[in-house]
């Protein structure tokens, strides 16, 4: 079996802000529940996670040690 392989046209960082706008637009429009419950928690770590690719990117991360 080969790997399907494909060049990602948007950056990590763009993918991430886009998916967390998209499940908080989404869960405001649902009901108080599960479902919106899931997608608030969606929002918020794909958020961190776009924190995380910020702070790796940033020009002041040093190496362990």
């Known amino acids: 079996m ?3 392989r494909f060049k990602e046209v948007a950056s990590v960082k763009d993918r ?3 998916g ?4 908080r637009e989404k869960a405001r429009t649902l009901p108080p ?3 919106r419950e899931i997608l ?3 929002a918020r770590q794909t958020e961190i996670a776009s924190h995380l ?3 790796l990117d940033s020009p002041g991360l ?3 040690i």
Do not use: F
Not at 20 to 23: E, G, L, Q, W
């Open 40 to 42: 608030m928690r969606l």
């Open 53 to 55: 690719d910020a702070w």
């Open 20 to 23: 967390s706008s998209d499940a």
């Open 62 to 64: 040093q190496r362990p």
């Open 2 to 4: 080969q790997a399907r």
């Open 33 to 35: 529940g599960k479902e």
């Open 16 to 18: 991430l802000v886009r």
